[in-house]
């Protein structure tokens, strides 16, 4: 009677181990469909990249129209200015502007920018300017005072270099 407690025990326990087998693989096959679905309806690499090319060539359009022949790079002094935050840092910035139409007093507007852009920099700290997108904000900053200082005839900012002690 003892022995026949035992083989009942044996039989019962191999059933389960497939039944577990089961689910797990249909539930692999299933997860494998769904992942499958979502890759196909990604875009191709090449259409993506055709689109992108079609994009740089109407950007490259616009700004080609944008800028006129008579249009020149006035060098501004450099700017030398200490930061707000850290107290001894300092910030050196070599820079100029695009004036288009404009054929005196480019040197006056270019001292009026750089003092403009010497009152924001005492203002900054240079958290502000870490890293590419610290960069382009710092960019767009002085776009955005030069364009207040004269909409008409400055059409652009270019900075050449930028040292920070």
Known sequence: ???????????G????????????TLLALGLGAGFGMFVDTAPAPAE?????????ATAAKAGEKAIGADAKLVA???????LADPRDAWIRIEASML????????????????????AYLRTASLSEFEGPSGFQNLR????????????EHIKDVVIHGIVVE
Request: glycine fraction near 16%; proline fraction near 1%; charged fraction near 30%.
């Open 48 to 56: 993506a990249v055709a689109e992108a090319k079609d994009k740089e």
């Open 13 to 24: 326990g191999g059933g389960g181990g497939l039944i577990g087998f089961v689910v797990v």
């Open 76 to 82: 501004l002094t450099p700017i030398v200015v200490n």
């Open 1 to 11: 009677m003892a022995g026949d407690g035992e083989t009942e025990g044996k039989k």
């Open 140 to 151: 767009e900053d002085f776009l955005d005072r030069a364009a207040i200082r004269d909409r």
């Open 99 to 118: 004036v288009e139409g404009m054929v005196q007093g480019t040197d006056s507007l270019a001292a009026q920018l750089a003092e403009d852009f010497v």
